[in-house]
Structures are given as C-alpha cells and as structure tokens.
C-alpha cells in the first residue's frame, strides 16, 4: 500500500525516536487512530483540516484509518494538500517520515454516496471502518481511537444493530459490565445516569444501583485525566429538585441515598441540585463535572456552551475512544466551513487519557 496522495510538505510534524550514545530513546507519544466518520457528512473535511494544521504533534502520532479516497475528498472539502503514506497496519509505520500515516482499508468510495444524506451503505462501512480501528487498539497497535462524526440511524440502518456506536464498542471488545459516555467542555466533565433511550425508558433506569455506578465511573475517568481531587455534583430528576417531594419522590427516595452512600465511601460528589441552575454553578468552577439523570438535561447545556468545542468520550471500556460531541451537519456538507476544533480537543483528550494509561519509563 506504498505511495503517496497529493503533493507538498506535510503540516503533521514527526518526532523520531533519539539515538544517545548506545541508547535509543523510545517516542513516549501515544499512538492514536483518526477514523474519518461517515463519508457522507462533514467527517472527511475535519480530519484534512485537523490533519493540515499540525497541531497535534506535541502530544500524540495520528494514524488515519479509512479509505484513502476519503480522506482525499476531505482534501478537496478543506481545500489543501496533504502528503500521505499508505501501510498496512499501524505497527509498521516509519514515525520519521513526515507524510500523514494511512492504513487504507480501500472500502469506501465516496462518489456512492451523497453528500448530506442519510445512507444506510454508508453506515455500514463507517461501522467497518470502527471495527478496523478496534481490532488494531486490540491488538496494542494504537492506543486510543478517535473517529469524526458518524450517523447512528445509518449505521443501524446498515446492519450494526445497535442504539449508539458505544454500545457497538462494547460488543466488539467483549466489554460486560458497567460503561457510559462523558462529555467533556475544556476542563468540565459531564457525565449521566442514562444515555440514548426514550425519556419514558431513562425513567425507569434511574436506580440506587445505576447512580453508585455512574458516579464511580465518573470520578474514576476525571482521575485518570489528571484531576486527582474531582468534585462531582449531582442532578436531581424533578423540577426545583422536587420541592421536596411536591413535585416527585425521586429525589428523596433513589437519588439523594445514592449520592450519600458514595460520600461515605469517600467520593466527592454532592447533590442532588435543582438541574436549572446547577450547571451555572459548574461552568462557573464550583465543581469539575456534573452526573446528569438522562441525556438531554446535561447535554443542551454543555452544547449551548461550547458546541463546537465539546467532546465525547467512552469511559469505562478497555479502548480509549473520543470525538466530537456535534453530529455530520448535513447542512453543511462540502461547503468548506465546518470548525474542526471539537475533532481537534477530541485527538487532544484522547491522548492525554492514553498517556495516563502507559507506564512510567524505567528510571
């Protein structure tokens, strides 16, 4: 799969392994595997533009994973050139060229496709391309995938039968037990009870059992982010946090007892708070993240605040997985103008998470 794409230097800058006298020192950053998300939505764009502005070298080595012709429209959406040297697996790639490494699983030929367009085809091949991706994590060979916006209904539509592409991980890493997905604003950290199912369906998730575990699994990803003293606060469900018990009993019966019992078993977390003010509270610094009861009730928050800045992150499952928390924008497919800064703090996040995972050198 040799060769390269287009013409020109490469903005990806590489960092070599440093030979000292007899002694080779080993590139600490972490490998990480870009998928360009479905081809029919603004994906390819983000990637060429992440990739084309090089801002990444200082903390992880990006790998592309896809089809060489999306990245190659990506190009033309972004309108630049990037040099790009095709392998067969991340394991063999030469970390001292400068061209913008490229595993290309040669499945997917945009032109198919139209743009802005739901396509279940699409879908299908944006679920392989995953799959790819999570085979190599599985294999050691990167450490953390990070993909561009993707469309759930067309995966589904396509034959990965699943609610959200998290659930799909899961699967196929064989994952059994508790995992959700966080987003992440700059430093605030916003996690929830439950994900993608109905209102009618989160109600009926809201358990002590649920909330113990949410909480868990949200100081410990805050914790291997580098926040080692998180302070956590929690939704209630009902409006004014039930007014005590005027508006429902959730609150005084499943929330608060849930919330007391993980303080007294020494994680920092708070609540339940009214969720109408609670996230002024948050973004103003008073706590590092919020657990929310459903998705909408953290989500039109986080997103009114950063749109284009929030990332989503996995937490919970052996692969580090990260992207940006806006969709394909259909919109704006093809127009040169989507704002690759979400895709760019995702690659960020998932690196700092995978350094967090590698081992401390060898003094």
Same mark, same amino acid.
């Given at each position: 799969?040799?060769?390269?794409?287009?013409?020109?230097?490469?903005?990806?800058?590489?960092?070599?392994?440093?030979?000292?006298?007899?002694?080779?020192?080993?590139?600490?950053?972490?490998?990480?595997?870009?998928?360009?998300?479905?081809?029919?939505?603004?994906?390819?764009?983000?990637?060429?533009?992440?990739?084309?502005?090089?801002?990444?070298?200082?903390?992880?080595?990006?790998?592309?994973?896809?089809?060489?012709?999306?990245?190659?429209?990506?190009?033309?959406?972004?309108?630049?050139?990037?040099?790009?040297?095709?392998?067969?697996?991340?394991?063999?790639?030469?970390?001292?060229?400068? =061209?913008?490494?490229?595993?290309?699983?040669?499945?997917?030929?945009?032109?198919?496709?139209?743009?802005? =367009?739901?396509?279940?085809?699409?879908?299908?091949?944006?679920?392989?391309?995953?799959?790819?991706?999570?085979?190599?994590?599985?294999?050691?060979?990167?450490?953390?995938?990070?993909?561009?916006?993707?469309?759930?209904?067309?995966?589904?539509?396509?034959?990965?039968?699943?609610?959200?592409?998290?659930?799909?991980?899961?699967?196929?890493?064989? !994952?059994?037990?508790?995992?959700?997905?966080?987003?992440?604003?700059?430093?605030?950290?916003?996690?929830?009870?439950?994900?993608?199912?109905?209102?009618?369906?989160?109600?009926?998730? /809201?358990?002590?059992?649920?909330?113990?575990?949410?909480?868990?699994?949200?100081?410990?990803?805050?914790?291997?982010?580098? /926040?080692?003293?998180?302070?956590?606060?929690?939704? =209630?469900?009902?409006?004014?946090?039930?007014?005590?018990?005027?508006?429902?009993?959730?609150?005084?019966? /499943?929330?608060?007892?849930?919330?007391?019992?993980?303080?007294?078993?020494?994680?920092?977390?708070?609540?339940?708070?009214?969720?109408?003010?609670?996230?002024?509270? =948050?973004?103003?610094?008073?706590?590092?993240?919020?657990?929310?009861?459903? !998705?909408?009730?953290?989500?039109?928050? *986080?997103?009114?605040?950063?749109?284009?800045?929030?990332?989503?992150?996995?937490?919970?499952?052996?692969?580090?997985?990260?992207?940006?928390? !806006?969709?394909?924008?259909?919109?704006?497919?093809?127009?040169?103008?989507?704002?690759?800064?979400?895709? *760019?703090?995702?690659?960020?996040?998932?690196?700092?998470?995978?350094?967090?995972?590698?081992?401390?050198?060898?003094?």
């Amino acid at each position: 799969m040799g060769g390269t794409a287009g013409s020109g230097s490469t903005m990806q800058r590489a960092v070599p392994s440093v030979r000292t006298r007899n002694t080779i020192m080993i590139d600490p950053r972490p490998i990480l595997a870009l998928t360009p998300g479905d081809c029919t939505g603004i994906g390819p764009e983000l990637v060429a533009k992440v990739l084309a502005a090089g801002e990444l070298a200082d903390v992880g080595r990006v790998v592309v994973v896809g089809d060489r012709r999306v990245l190659e429209l990506g190009m033309r959406q972004a309108g630049c050139t990037l040099e790009v040297r095709a392998y067969e697996s991340p394991a063999g790639i030469d970390w001292t060229d400068g =061209a913008v490494p490229l595993v290309d699983l040669g499945n997917t030929d945009p032109d198919l496709y139209p743009a802005g =367009a739901v396509s279940a085809d699409s879908g299908r091949l944006t679920g392989a391309t995953l799959a790819a991706a999570i085979e190599f994590a599985m294999a050691g060979e990167v450490d953390a995938v990070s993909f561009a916006p993707l469309n759930k209904r067309a995966m589904y539509d396509g034959g990965w039968k699943f609610p959200d592409e998290h659930k799909m991980f899961a699967h196929l890493l064989g !994952h059994r037990t508790y995992f959700s997905e966080m987003n992440v604003l700059g430093e605030q950290w916003m996690s929830r009870v439950t994900s993608h199912v109905s209102l009618r369906e989160a109600l009926d998730q /809201i358990t002590h059992e649920r909330i113990c575990e949410a909480v868990d699994l949200a100081v410990a990803t805050m914790r291997s982010a580098g /926040i080692l003293s998180p302070k956590l606060a929690v939704a =209630a469900l009902n409006p004014h946090g039930g007014e005590n018990g005027l508006f429902g009993r959730e609150e005084i019966e /499943i929330i608060r007892p849930a919330v007391e019992a993980m303080a007294a078993k020494g994680y920092p977390c708070e609540g339940p708070f009214p969720a109408d003010t609670l996230y002024l509270k =948050a973004f103003s610094g008073a706590y590092d993240g919020v657990l929310s009861m459903y !998705h909408d009730q953290g989500q039109i928050a *986080t997103k009114l605040k950063g749109f284009n800045r929030g990332v989503t992150v996995t937490a919970g499952l052996p692969t580090i997985f990260t992207t940006p928390a !806006h969709g394909t924008a259909f919109d704006i497919v093809g127009q040169g103008v989507a704002d690759p800064g979400a895709l *760019t703090a995702a690659l960020r996040l998932a690196a700092r998470l995978a350094a967090s995972r590698k081992p401390a050198p060898a003094p």
